[in-house]
């Protein structure tokens, strides 16, 4: 069935210093997504990247899609306490949002 | 964008009883989902909620267990029924405007069951 694999688990990191989380799905993707979901809260959109190759940015986190679709990641340049969450990618299968088992941030000042 | 609302937040149910959870979206959206994630854990797609037609279930989710409705473009249910201590999790309800576009999603329904 369709999979979103997802890596690290867990990051604990000292503020300003960077983190990255990475996707990887078996197959080809129609498009990815991805979500913060803050402590106690509920998942918030970030983003979407739809072509091949495709790199967007958004302030200190830059998000990447492989050339293939079949990955992506998400870099965030000198982490905050503000950047302390869970996030998830999704790959979009048809209609349906499969998410990925998500990466926990925690950021220590 | 759209603001979804879910009630009840949270609730501790007795084993062999079932809940029904409500989401109300404040704009017509074209797909309503359910989803289920355990504290800590990654979000597992329940179904997607049909307006006026039977939901689309996931694997490992049947009719019977949750079943679901939606009467209109704006609402939904979630009913859990004859609940066990493993269905304690936290429902979420979300809606998209179709195609590749985000999903919104409510704060979720936390259930206990003991």
């Known amino acids: 069935g369709q999979q979103v694999m997802q890596i690290p688990q867990y990051q604990h990191v000292q503020e300003g210093e960077d983190f990255t989380t990475y996707c990887n799905s078996s197959?080809?993707?129609?498009?990815i997504q991805w979500y913060k979901q803050r402590p106690g809260g509920h998942p918030v959109f970030l983003i979407q990247?739809?072509?091949?190759?495709e790199v967007k940015k958004q302030k200190r986190l830059t998000f990447q899609f492989g050339e293939a679709k079949k990955n992506s990641s998400l870099h965030i340049t000198a982490t905050q306490t503000t950047d302390v969450g869970t996030y998830f990618c999704a790959g979009r299968y048809g209609n349906k949002l499969v998410f990925g088992a998500g990466t926990i941030l925690r950021v220590k000042s | 964008s759209a603001v979804i609302s879910q009630k009840p937040s949270r609730d501790i149910c007795q084993r062999g009883t079932s809940l029904t959870i409500q989401c109300q979206v404040d704009?017509?959206?074209?797909?309503m989902f359910w989803y289920r994630q355990q504290p800590g854990q990654s979000l597992t797609l329940i179904a997607t909620a049909n307006q006026g037609s039977e939901a689309t279930y996931e694997s490992g989710f049947v009719i019977d267990k949750f079943p679901i409705s939606r009467p209109n473009l704006t609402f939904s249910t979630l009913t859990v029924s004859n609940m066990s201590p493993e269905d304690s999790s936290i429902y979420l309800c979300s809606a998209g405007t179709g195609g590749p576009g985000e999903l919104f999603f409510g704060e979720g329904s936390r259930l206990t069951v003991l």
């Open positions: 704009s017509q959206v074209t797909m």
């Open positions: 990247l739809v072509k091949s190759g």
């Open positions: 197959t080809t993707l129609s498009n």
